[in-house]
T-cell receptor, first 113, second 114 residues
Framework: SAVISQKPSRDICQRGTSLTIQCQVD?????MFWYRQQPGQSLTLIAT?????????ESGFVIDKFPISRPNLTFSTLTVSNMSPEDSSIYLC??????????FGAGTRLSVL | AQSVTQPDIHITVSEGASLELRCNYS??????LFWYVQSPGQGLQLLLK??????LVQGIKGFEAEFKRSQSSFNLRKPSVHWSDAAEYFC????????????FGAGTQVVVTP
């Protein structure tokens, strides 16, 4: 299994600022992902974090708004840039093991004022 | 198009009663199948998975799920629900033609009454 530590667990931010969310996995994993979950909704994939290269973004998400880094096999960051109230959501880090099992962090609950 | 369907958005069940949550998928081949639970304010926890073999799989917290190829279904069950089972439940699939993406259903909200 993989245990994922995500921080911060929650934050309240001002419009126009940026927030960086960190994700640390306790073991080497093959793939890491970032999701967004709107209240009462399912998960939407933002991007796949690739080690040492640019992330692969899903339709509707762009690097300028959601820059992602993955400097090694167990760590990744997601930045939410130039925030607006529409960015208020839960952001979840996820990692997939070589057994094709995907685990999730506890999430970051973001409120933008 | 590939899809995962959870027909029930919301289910209310009495404590001690049985629970069944439905999940149907639309793929050409048998995918890898998962059930996750999300308690309020928490991330997703893996309940169980099916890759191959015995079609009835046991998971944590007393849950089980049965894969039925003929119905493209992977329903989750629990014989006796506890108040702590109140949560959101997500079915998810991973297919060999989309190794990069875990596809989620819309989720089923379970409310447990005394």
């Amino acid at each position: 299994s993989a245990v994922i530590s995500q921080k911060p667990s929650r934050d309240i931010c001002q419009r126009g600022t940026s927030l960086t969310i960190q994700c640390q996995v306790d073991s080497q994993v093959t793939m890491m992902f970032w999701y967004r979950q709107q209240p009462g909704q399912s998960l939407t994939l933002i991007a796949t974090a690739n080690q040492g290269s640019e992330a692969t973004y899903e339709s509707g998400f762009v690097i300028d708004k959601f820059p992602i880094s993955r400097p090694n096999l167990t760590f990744s960051t997601l930045t939410v840039s130039n925030m607006s109230p529409e960015d208020s959501s839960i952001y979840l880090c996820s990692a997939r093991t070589d057994k094709n099992i995907q685990y999730f962090g506890a999430g970051t609950r973001l409120s933008v004022l | 198009a590939q899809s995962v369907t959870q027909p029930d958005i919301h289910i209310t069940v009495s404590e001690g009663a049985s629970l069944e949550l439905r999940c149907n998928y639309s793929y050409g081949a048998t995918p890898y199948l998962f059930w996750y639970v999300q308690s309020p304010g928490q991330g997703l926890q893996l309940l169980l998975k099916y890759f191959s073999g015995d079609t009835l799989v046991q998971g944590i917290k007393g849950f089980e799920a049965e894969f039925k190829r003929s119905q493209s279904s992977f329903n989750l069950r629990k014989p006796s629900v506890h108040w702590s089972d109140a949560a959101e439940y997500f079915c998810a699939v991973l297919t060999t033609d989309s190794w990069g993406k875990l596809q989620f259903g819309a989720g089923t909200q379970v409310v447990v009454t005394p």
